[in-house]
């Protein structure tokens, strides 16, 4: 099992760049489909963007499709969220999240059982 550290939010304008980072350990982090997820104030965790644990295959919620953008590295055991083109309603904590199963992490956020402790993304207008 993989145990994970994001890293890298902060305050920012809208319109602004940001840059996630997670940091996972553990040998077998290249078994795992990684996701990003983010929680708003007083709304429900929602799935942002998930890849497969090759990179071969990237996916999005259609929210942030052509402003963000994942990738990995299985060689330094990190994930990224590249975040561009920021508005205020991306403001939330995000989480790292880790499952053996792509579908499992894009379609059922309440059985993920890996998880980072979250960053916090505010974007200002």
């Known amino acids: 099992q993989v145990q994970l550290v994001e890293s890298g939010g902060g305050l920012v304008q809208a319109g602004g760049s940001l840059r996630l980072s997670c940091a996972a350990s553990?040998?077998?982090?290249?078994?795992?489909?990684m996701g990003w997820f983010r929680q708003a104030p007083g709304k429900e965790r929602e799935f942002v963007a998930a890849?497969?644990?090759?990179?071969?295959?990237?996916y999005y919620t259609d929210s942030v499709k052509g402003r963000f953008t994942i990738s990995r590295n299985n060689v330094k055991n990190m994930v990224w969220l590249q975040m561009n083109s920021l508005k205020p309603e991306d403001t939330a904590v995000y989480y790292c999240?880790?499952?053996?199963?792509?579908?499992?992490?894009?379609?059922?956020?309440?059985?993920?059982?890996?998880w980072g402790q979250g960053t916090l993304v505010t974007v200002s207008s």
């Open positions: 999240a880790a499952d053996l199963s792509l579908f499992v992490l894009i379609r059922t956020v309440e059985n993920l059982e890996i």
């Open positions: 553990g040998r077998t982090f290249s078994d795992y489909a």
């Open positions: 890849i497969m644990w090759s990179g071969g295959s990237t």
